[in-house]
């Protein structure tokens, strides 16, 4: 099973940035990074997990909730078997722990499918201030 680490996350004032980095690893011989979709989720206190943005690695598509369009952006690196989220003009609304997550052979849209994700990281905590 992929096992997911994502990191990046801090404290930040509203307007500034981050990078999220979501590190792949646990291949098999029947698997590789490219195989994969990967999402990024978010979960604020008291409300529900939302899909924030997925990649497509094999075909390249993508997805953005409108909460974060043409604010966040995602991308991949094979060689390095990992997934960004750069996240720009954060605004307070913005704070939750945001997870990685991944399907076998998923595209962009999975996300937006409502997919099941087969694979979880263990979270890593942004706060945007006012």
């Known amino acids: 099973e992929v096992q997911l680490v994502e990191s990046g996350g801090g404290l930040v004032q509203a307007g500034g940035s981050l990078r999220l980095s979501c590190a792949a690893s646990?291949?098999?011989?029947?698997?590789?990074?490219?195989?994969?979709?990967y999402g990024w989720f978010r979960q604020a206190p008291g409300k529900e997990r939302e899909g924030v943005s997925c990649?497509?690695?094999?075909?390249?598509?993508?997805y953005y909730s409108d909460s974060v369009k043409g604010r966040f952006t995602i991308s991949s690196n094979s060689a390095e078997n990992t997934v960004y989220l750069q996240m720009n003009n954060l605004k307070p609304e913005d704070t939750a722990v945001y997870y990685c997550?991944?399907?076998?052979?998923?595209?962009?849209?999975?996300?937006?499918?409502?997919?099941?994700?087969?694979?979880w990281g263990q979270g890593t905590q942004v706060t945007v201030s006012s």
């Open positions: 997550a991944a399907l076998i052979f998923g595209t962009a849209r999975a996300m937006s499918d409502g997919a099941d994700f087969n694979s």
């Open positions: 990649i497509g690695v094999a075909d390249g598509t993508t």
């Open positions: 646990g291949f098999s011989s029947d698997d590789y990074f490219d195989d994969y979709a």
